[in-house]
């Protein structure tokens, strides 16, 4: 059997002019050198910044972070807790005198406090489990976070003979009785929930302040008198059976009494807590079991009266709300025509657009997902990302121009020729809808030659593209290919009636925008349309899995982490509460021919195409279990197939570098088998 690794190709025999320039374009070990600027945090008094420092350890194959800290104006950037460990999660103290952060100390994550005047730092805790979500109080005492608590709820066990003595028999048997037992990056769950925790910062115990068998996940706000925490949870009679049903409550620190806030149905979160005190923001909607609803931004009195949504006019999904130094409007983060944006809304409902370009914290494929913090001036810093750098430090404030301070990827990518990303729209030959999506194409692109075609579809599927940078699509330009990202129906960021396009109804017509989009590409004048390929991930594997079901246009396909059948999907895939109440019409056994009909595994008799299929052996989120299935199925069929098993990966295969790596070089070498427009290279 050969293989041929594309991005592997050596140089040898090629003009010293060829070779120079493939030197210049991007290229796989390049990605081990990419650096992002992650959670920024901004000081009280908008004087000062500090952030995490993200890039990889080529040995290791894994991330590497520091903290950084810089003047807001660009000025004296320099490390303050770095070396062989791992550093996040910085929080200024109130007063910004001090500030705390996360360090794994002997392979365990501790909190540590940094004395910013004079540079001490000690050690706070002795943990067992990681902590999260920290928070300050408002006298700067204490640092509320939450952390794993074990609990033994009886599971079944069985009275065993004793083993001999030097007899070695086979490890301890495991028995699960929970819905929800394992999760996607995590496996198999330990028994016990999130809980919350105080901690004196002068040193001392953390003491846990929630009770019950509930998780209380995420940052803890505290109350303006710092007596109580304002959380989210799910406290139902059953968290699992209504996975989203989440209130805000009051959490009273001296004696471990909730009071709830919030009582719809449907999930209430992010509380925020007013510098006066006097109100909370939170996000959510009412649950109608679709399966895309954006959240809007709620605001009510502390007590939990007169709650009402001051979001209304923007349809929009509505994150990671920060109130303003005055208490008169909120920052907010979010998602606009593949464009991630910081707003301001005023407590009228009037919305103000701050920053765009909100984002660069995904290397791999160019999804949303950025951080932002707002100092008690209005002064805010954030992660800025576009399509030819990852997320750099960036700050501004009302009425000003944005500023980005720093170039971590400059010395990488400042002498490299990068695909040029440009955006293009279409309408669907299904109802003339317009479909947005991003053209990346490669370097030294003349409109006058004609390129092979990558679909790349995304997953989710209710997420989103962007003009943002994207590793993947830079490298399959660097081997000479256009790459179309496309947001079909379903994609968020549109609102919600586009999203929810697809509900009960996923794949369908989304499958015709991307033939639409492939279209209006060849449309152009510059594709090779006898070369033609389609990838995607996740729901992008759903979709691509589906495409080669229903049309025989492409070369080859390269189905990454996909789903094949949605029956054995939503019983066998982490989420069990979750997908069938929320993408079908019920139980499985009950629609069983709704099931089928969207399952690509129905469409397998159909499929010509040469098939790669790709997948996390510890993916938990799309089982190895679905590749087999289309593996198996095309195998019967006598399709041209493979199947790459990634080991120790879970469903973000690009978790390590070197998998990023060896995912883009196998569906290049798959491509490439069957890529008619130039010869092989072995």
Same mark, same amino acid.
């Given at each position: 059997?050969?293989?041929?690794?594309?991005?592997?190709?050596?140089?040898?025999?090629?003009?010293?002019?060829?070779?120079?320039?493939?030197?210049?374009?991007?290229?796989?070990?390049?990605?081990?050198?990419?650096?992002?600027?992650?959670?920024?945090?901004?000081?009280?008094?908008?004087?000062?910044?500090?952030?995490?420092?993200?890039?990889?350890?080529?040995?290791?194959?894994?991330?590497?972070?520091?903290?950084?800290?810089?003047?807001?104006?660009?000025?004296?950037?320099?490390?303050?807790?770095?070396?062989?460990?791992?550093?996040?999660?910085?929080?200024?103290?109130?007063?910004?005198?001090?500030?705390?952060?996360?360090?794994?100390?002997?392979?365990?994550?501790?909190?540590?406090?940094?004395?910013?005047?004079?540079?001490?730092?000690?050690?706070?805790?002795?943990?067992?489990?990681?902590?999260?979500?920290?928070?300050?109080?408002?006298?700067?005492?204490?640092?509320?976070?939450?952390?794993?608590?074990?609990?033994?709820?009886?599971?079944?066990?069985?009275?065993?003979?004793?083993?001999?003595?030097?007899?070695?028999?086979?490890?301890?048997?495991?028995?699960?009785?929970?819905?929800?037992?394992?999760?996607?990056?995590?496996?198999?769950?330990?028994?016990?929930?999130?809980?919350?925790?105080?901690?004196?910062?002068?040193?001392?115990?953390?003491?846990?302040?929630?009770?019950?068998?509930?998780?209380?996940?995420?940052?803890?706000?505290?109350?303006?008198?710092?007596?109580?925490?304002?959380?989210?949870?799910?406290?139902?009679?059953?968290?699992?059976?209504?996975?989203?049903?989440?209130?805000?409550?009051?959490?009273?620190?001296?004696?471990?009494?909730?009071?709830?806030?919030?009582?719809?149905?449907?999930?209430?979160?992010?509380?925020?807590?007013?510098?006066?005190?006097?109100?909370?923001?939170?996000?959510?909607?009412?649950?109608?079991?679709?399966?895309?609803?954006?959240?809007?931004?709620?605001?009510?009195?502390?007590?939990?009266?007169?709650?009402?949504?001051?979001?209304?006019?923007?349809?929009?999904?509505?994150?990671?709300?920060?109130?303003?130094?005055?208490?008169?409007?909120?920052?907010?983060?979010?998602?606009?025509?593949?464009?991630?944006?910081?707003?301001?809304?005023?407590? #009228?409902?009037?919305?103000? %657009? @701050?920053?765009? +370009?909100?984002? &660069?914290? $995904?290397?791999?494929?160019?999804?949303? *997902?950025?951080?932002?913090?707002?100092?008690?001036?209005?002064?805010?810093?954030?992660?800025?990302?576009?399509?030819?750098?990852?997320?750099?430090?960036?700050?501004?404030?009302?009425?000003?121009?944005?500023?980005?301070?720093?170039?971590?990827?400059?010395?990488?990518?400042?002498?490299?020729?990068?695909?040029?990303?440009?955006?293009?729209?279409?309408?669907?030959?299904?109802?003339?809808?317009?479909?947005?999506?991003?053209?990346?194409?490669?370097?030294?692109?003349?409109?006058?030659?004609?390129?092979?075609?990558?679909?790349?579809?995304?997953?989710?599927?209710?997420?989103?593209?962007?003009?943002?940078?994207?590793?993947?699509?830079?490298?399959?330009? #660097?081997?000479?290919?256009? %790459? @179309?990202?496309? +947001?079909?129906? &379903?994609? $968020?960021?549109?609102?919600?009636?586009? *999203?929810?396009?697809?509900?009960?109804?996923?794949?369908?017509?989304?499958?015709?925008?991307?033939?639409?989009?492939?279209?209006?590409?060849?449309?152009?004048?510059?594709?090779?349309?006898?070369?033609?390929?389609?990838?995607?991930?996740?729901?992008?594997?759903?979709?691509?899995?589906?495409?080669?079901?229903?049309?025989?246009?492409?070369?080859?396909?390269?189905?990454?982490?996909?789903?094949?059948?949605?029956?054995?999907?939503?019983?066998?895939?982490?989420?069990?509460?979750?997908?069938?109440?929320?993408?079908?019409?019920?139980?499985?056994?009950?629609?069983?021919?709704?099931?089928?009909?969207?399952?690509?595994?129905?469409?397998?008799?159909?499929?010509?195409?040469?098939?790669?299929?790709?997948?996390?052996?510890?993916?938990?989120?799309?089982?190895?279990?679905?590749?087999?299935?289309?593996?198996?199925?095309?195998?019967?069929?006598?399709?041209?197939?493979?199947?790459?098993?990634?080991?120790?990966?879970?469903?973000?295969?690009?978790?390590?570098?070197?998998?990023?790596?060896?995912?883009?070089?196998?569906?290049?070498?798959?491509?490439?088998?069957?890529?008619?427009?130039?010869?092989?290279?072995?």
């Amino acid at each position: 059997m050969r293989t041929v690794i594309v991005l592997a190709i050596a140089t040898l025999g090629v003009s010293p002019a060829l070779a120079q320039d493939l030197a210049n374009r991007f290229t796989a070990k390049d990605v081990f050198q990419l650096e992002r600027a992650v959670d920024p945090q901004i000081s009280p008094d908008g004087r000062t910044v500090v952030y995490v420092r993200a890039g990889f350890d080529i040995m290791a194959d894994r991330s590497r972070s520091a903290i950084w800290i810089m003047n807001v104006d660009g000025s004296d950037p320099r490390p303050i807790a770095s070396g062989p460990n791992n550093y996040s999660q910085p929080r200024w103290s109130p007063d910004g005198s001090r500030l705390a952060y996360v360090s794994t100390e002997d392979g365990r994550a501790q909190i540590f406090l940094r004395w910013m005047d004079t540079g001490q730092e000690t050690k706070l805790t002795n943990l067992t489990e990681s902590p999260g979500g920290m928070s300050w109080s408002p006298d700067g005492q204490w640092i509320a976070f939450s952390m794993f608590v074990a609990h033994d709820e009886g599971t079944l066990s069985a009275d065993m003979p004793s083993q001999p003595d030097g007899a070695e028999w086979g490890p301890p048997i495991q028995v699960i009785d929970q819905l929800n037992y394992r999760a996607d990056g995590a496996g198999y769950l330990d028994e016990g929930d999130d809980h919350l925790f105080v901690l004196p910062v002068e040193g001392g115990t953390p003491r846990q302040v929630s009770s019950g068998a509930y998780d209380h996940g995420g940052t803890p706000q505290w109350g303006a008198d710092g007596q109580a925490l304002i959380i989210s949870v799910n406290r139902t009679a059953n968290p699992q059976e209504e996975p989203l049903n989440s209130d805000i409550f009051s959490l009273s620190i001296a004696d471990g009494s909730y009071t709830q806030l919030t009582s719809r149905f449907g999930p209430d979160g992010s509380p925020r807590v007013s510098p006066d005190g006097r109100l909370i923001a939170y996000t959510g909607f009412d649950d109608t079991f679709q399966g895309y609803t954006v959240a809007k931004l709620y605001v009510m009195n502390r007590d939990g009266s007169n709650a009402r949504m001051i979001s209304g006019n923007l349809d929009r999904d509505v994150g990671n709300p920060q109130w303003s130094g005055d208490s008169r409007g909120l920052f907010i983060q979010y998602d606009d025509e593949g464009n991630t944006k910081i707003g301001y809304v005023s407590l #009228s409902g009037d919305v103000q %657009v @701050l920053a765009e +370009n909100v984002g &660069g914290l $995904s290397l791999g494929r160019p999804y949303s *997902g950025g951080q932002y913090s707002v100092a008690r001036n209005g002064t805010f810093t954030f992660t800025h990302g576009t399509p030819y750098q990852p997320a750099e430090l960036a700050v501004g404030r009302l009425g000003r121009d944005v500023q980005q301070l720093t170039s971590l990827n400059e010395d990488l990518l400042g002498h490299k020729e990068l695909g040029q990303v440009e955006e293009i729209w279409w309408e669907s030959s299904y109802d003339g809808r317009r479909i947005q999506g991003w053209i990346t194409k490669p370097p030294g692109f003349n409109p006058a030659n004609q390129y092979p075609l990558v679909l790349e579809i995304h997953g989710g599927p209710f997420a989103n593209y962007g003009d943002r940078f994207s590793a993947e699509n830079q490298l399959y330009a #660097s081997e000479g290919y256009v %790459v @179309l990202s496309a +947001n079909p129906r &379903g994609s $968020s960021s549109y609102g919600q009636e586009f *999203g929810n396009l697809i509900h009960h109804n996923y794949p369908s017509q989304d499958y015709d925008d991307l033939m639409s989009g492939v279209d209006a590409v060849i449309a152009q004048g510059y594709i090779d349309s006898d070369n033609l390929f389609v990838t995607g991930g996740s729901g992008g594997g759903v979709l691509s899995a589906w495409t080669v079901g229903k049309t025989d246009r492409f070369a080859a396909a390269a189905v990454q982490k996909p789903v094949i059948n949605w029956y054995s999907f939503v019983l066998n895939a982490d989420g069990l509460d979750f997908f069938w109440k929320y993408w079908f019409p019920g139980k499985p056994w009950d629609h069983a021919e709704h099931y089928m009909a969207r399952s690509p595994i129905h469409y397998a008799g159909n499929v010509t195409t040469p098939t790669m299929l790709i997948t996390g052996e510890v993916d938990w989120r799309t089982p190895m279990s679905e590749t087999e299935q289309f593996y198996g199925a095309l195998q019967i069929q006598g399709v041209e197939t493979t199947m790459v098993r990634i080991p120790d990966a879970s469903h973000g295969i690009a978790n390590r570098p070197s998998n990023l790596i060896a995912k883009v070089a196998y569906i290049t070498s798959w491509f490439a088998k069957y890529r008619t427009d130039r010869k092989e290279v072995s």
